[in-house]
């Protein structure tokens, strides 16, 4: 199982686009991925699961994997972040 932090660095925060980024990087792989914010734990390969976050600009998330790809899925998952899912 591994996990790393990542902030929310797009001014609108993870809304539909977004979530959907999330969704299918993560459908990507075999492991099970999640996200966890406040405390709140949801199923990174939900749509609704990732929109129910509510994240916005600033905040920090937990992303999580566990299996066979688990590490690529976490970078995977960490670079959509990073790259602000497209926006500015």
């Known amino acids: 199982m591994i996990e790393k932090n990542v902030t929310v660095s797009n001014p609108l925060g993870v809304h539909a686009r977004p979530s959907a980024m999330i969704v299918q990087t993560a459908s990507k792989f075999r492991s099970d991925v999640w996200l966890i914010k406040d405390g709140n ?48």
């Open 41 to 88: 734990k949801v199923n990174a390969k939900s749509m609704l699961g990732v929109m129910t976050l509510a994240a916005e600009m600033g905040s920090v998330v937990t992303i999580g994997a566990e299996g066979s790809d688990e590490e690529k899925a976490v970078d995977a998952l960490i670079k959509v972040f990073e790259m602000r899912f497209g926006e500015r």
